[in-house]
């Protein structure tokens, strides 16, 4: 079955940008008319949808962060990623990944991003 | 964009108990509308998908109903292990596929 998993760095610095990757296993993520999205939370409240990409490149982002966000997918790696710019402490949160379709399922294990100088 | 009204935020029952958490759309949404559970430190879990229709391999006492701007989600006979946190989500109306606030569930 598909598996997906966060990868990137816990630390980013304030005004940096965060990039985070998300690996597909058990699958291709060409197969299926899928979306891959990203959603985060931060410490103690509720999910927060980033945006997502199909892979023919087609996005669609949360406007709250629609200036900010970038989601880009590579086909030959099984992967799909995310660069958050201009962060503030306001983007801590742990970070999910999950394949969309009539529901966002299944979901990585989630990743901890702290912006901190 | 949608909003979504979850209640309530949190809840306190028994074990045996029905209990019940709504979530209401600030327009018609048909029936676009999926339910998930999340225990700490983990990922959310679907559970419910297109208001009523139970996600594989996930127990039968867990039910959702509504379509258009009202939904119910239910747990027939309340269990130790389902103490978590559930949300609600409309995927009916881009830009964003919005979460309802969550309610926490705790066993009394």
């Known amino acids: 079955q598909v598996q997906l998993q966060e990868s990137g760095p816990g630390l980013v610095k304030p005004s940096q940008t965060l990039s985070l990757t998300c690996t597909v296993s058990?699958?291709?993520?060409?197969?299926?008319?899928?979306?891959w999205s990203w959603i985060r939370q931060p410490a103690g409240k509720g999910l927060e949808w980033i945006g997502r990409?199909?892979?023919?490149?087609?996005?669609n982002y949360n406007p709250s962060l629609k200036s900010r966000v970038t989601i880009s997918v590579d086909t030959s790696k099984n992967q799909f990623s995310l660069k958050l710019s201009s962060v503030t402490a306001a983007d801590t949160a742990v970070y999910y990944c999950?394949?969309?379709?009539?529901?966002?399922?299944?979901w990585g294990q989630g990743t901890l991003v702290t912006v901190s100088s | 964009d949608i909003q979504m009204t979850q209640s309530p935020s949190s809840l306190s029952a028994s074990v045996g108990d029905r209990v019940t958490i709504t979530c209401q759309a600030s327009?018609?949404?048909?029936?676009?509308l999926n339910w998930y559970q999340q225990k700490p430190g983990k990922a959310p879990k679907l559970l419910i998908y297109d208001a009523s229709n139970l996600e594989t391999g996930v127990p039968s006492r867990f039910s959702g109903s509504g379509s258009g701007t009202d939904f119910t989600f239910t747990i027939s006979s309340l269990q130790p292990e389902d103490i978590a946190t559930y949300y609600c989500q409309q995927y009916d109306n881009l830009p964003q596929y919005t979460f309802g606030q969550g309610t926490k569930l705790e066993i009394k």
């Open positions: 058990g699958g291709s993520i060409s197969s299926g008319s899928y979306y």
């Open positions: 990409i199909y892979t023919s490149g087609s996005t």
């Open positions: 999950a394949r969309d379709g009539r529901a966002s399922d299944p």
């Open positions: 327009q018609d949404i048909s029936n676009y």
